[in-house]
Antibody, heavy 118, light 110 residues
Framework: QVQLVESGGGVVQPGRSLRLSCRATGFTLTNHGMHWVRQAPGKGLEWVAGLWSNGRTRSFADSVKGRVTISRDGFENALYLQMDGLRAEDTAVYYC???????????WGQGTTVTVTS | QSALTQPASVSGSPGQSITISCTGTSSDVGAYKFVSWYQQHPGKAPKLMIFDVNERPSGISYRFSGSKSGNTASLTISGLQAEDEADYYCSSYTTSNTLLFGGGTTLTVL
C-alpha cells in the first residue's frame, strides 16, 4: 500500500529548530520527486520545498528560503525538512507529497502539526 | 509571488453543475499546461482530482473536468453530489521553478 507518514511536528519557541520526517511505504521514495506543502490554521495550501528524484535539485518558496533544507535517506526511504529560525508564521500542518510527474502530487501524507509560539 | 485567485465560495444543488475559476498570470497558469486541482475535506489531506489542466487520475469520476483559457483555469463538477462538498485548490507551476496554489474555494452542496 502506497503511503506517506509524517512525524516530528510539535510546539516550539520562535527562533528554534525542528526536523520533520516523512516515511514512505509501498514505493521507493528516491524514484520520485518529493515535496513539502503546508497549511496554516484556517488557510489555504502553500508549497514549501521540493527535492527532485535526482536527489540534488532543490527548490524553496521565498517564505522559507535560507531557513529550510530538504533532504532524503534512501536506506530509510524517508524525506526530511529541517526548519531553522522558526517564526510564528511557520505555524501550520506540514504535508509531504509524492510528485507524480512535474509538480503533480498524487500521494499525500496525513500531515504533522508545527506550532511556533512563545 | 501571490496566490492564484479563486472565488472564496461556490454552491449548487444536487445534480447541477458548478465551475470554479483559478486566475493567474502569464508567468504561471498562462505559461504552462501544469495546472492541477485538489479536493480537501475538513481535517483530511488534499486529493488530486485533475492534472495537466484536464487529465483525470485513475479512479476520479468523469464528473470532474478541467479547462484553461489564457491565464485562467477552471474546474467543472457536473451532477453535483453531497460528497463533493469540500474545499478545492488549484495549483500551477511557475516560470520561477516554484509552485503556486490558489487561495481555495469552498463548495457547498445545497
Amino acid at each position: 500500500q502506497v503511503q506517506l507518514v509524517e512525524s516530528g511536528g510539535g510546539v516550539v519557541q520562535p527562533g528554534r529548530s525542528l526536523r520533520l520526517s516523512c516515511r514512505a511505504t509501498g514505493f521507493t521514495l528516491t524514484n520520485h520527486g518529493m515535496h513539502w506543502v503546508r497549511q496554516a490554521p484556517g488557510k489555504g495550501l502553500e508549497w514549501v520545498a521540493g527535492l527532485w528524484s535526482n536527489g540534488r535539485t532543490r527548490s524553496f518558496a521565498d517564505s522559507v528560503k535560507g531557513r529550510v533544507t530538504i533532504s532524503r535517506d534512501g536506506f530509510e526511504n524517508a524525506l526530511y525538512l529541517q526548519m531553522d529560525g522558526l517564526r510564528a508564521e511557520d505555524t501550520a500542518v506540514y504535508y509531504c507529497a509524492r510528485d507524480l510527474r512535474y509538480w503533480v502530487y498524487d500521494v499525500w501524507g496525513q500531515g504533522t502539526t508545527v506550532t511556533v509560539t512563545s | 509571488q501571490s496566490a492564484l485567485t479563486q472565488p472564496a465560495s461556490v454552491s449548487g444543488s444536487p445534480g447541477q453543475s458548478i465551475t470554479i475559476s483559478c486566475t493567474g498570470t502569464s508567468s504561471d497558469v498562462g505559461a504552462y499546461k501544469f495546472v492541477s486541482w485538489y479536493q480537501q475535506h475538513p481535517g483530511k489531506a488534499p486529493k488530486l482530482m485533475i492534472f495537466d489542466v484536464n487529465e483525470r487520475p485513475s479512479g476520479i469520476s468523469y464528473r470532474f473536468s478541467g479547462s484553461k483559457s489564457g491565464n485562467t483555469a477552471s474546474l467543472t463538477i457536473s451532477g453535483l453530489q453531497a460528497e463533493d462538498e469540500a474545499d478545492y485548490y488549484c495549483s500551477s507551476y511557475t516560470t520561477s521553478n516554484t509552485l503556486l496554489f490558489g487561495g481555495g474555494t469552498t463548495l457547498t452542496v445545497l
